[in-house]
């Protein structure tokens, strides 16, 4: 065994991330295609919290992916995931904010977790596999 992923867990792999990542920006295009005020102030007013300010784009992401995993939400635990790898966030460091989520949410944080590390797999062995 060569310690590389097969062909087709690498390409499923890249399917998954290119999957969801095409997923939510067409359906974001869809739903602000929309001739809704409130609908695309609030996306406005989410992309203006994650930019840059007294607090820096990385943390504002960890600081989302814990709530992301508080709510219980697989699509933003996903988006932030990729986001905090974006950002330069470590394994080691999506980690503890994997603790952090786990001690503010509770035991039932962990199914989600689960599939946070599982999409954190899959973005590190897209990326190896790049």
């Known amino acids: ?7 087709d867990h690498t390409e499923s792999t890249q399917d998954r991330v290119k999957e969801f990542t095409e997923f939510r920006q067409r359906m974001n295009k ?3 295609d929309e001739p809704n005020q409130v609908v695309k102030r609030f996306f406005a007013l989410d992309t203006q919290t994650y930019k840059e300010g007294a607090l820096d784009v990385k943390t504002k992401e960890m600081l989302g992916l814990v709530a ?8 933003c635990i996903s988006y932030h995931v ?3 790898k974006e950002e330069g966030v470590t394994r ?9 989520g786990l001690v503010v949410g509770g035991s039932i944080v962990i199914p989600h ?7 954190l797999d899959t973005l590190e062995g897209a990326q190896t596999a790049e």
């Open 30 to 32: 869809r739903i602000l």
């Open 113 to 119: 977790m689960r599939r946070a590390v599982d999409f």
């Open 68 to 75: 992301s995993m508080v709510l219980r939400c697989d699509d």
């Open 82 to 84: 990729a986001q905090c």
């Open 92 to 100: 080691e460091e999506m980690f503890e904010v994997f603790s952090v």
């Open 1 to 7: 065994m060569t310690g590389k992923p097969c062909d």
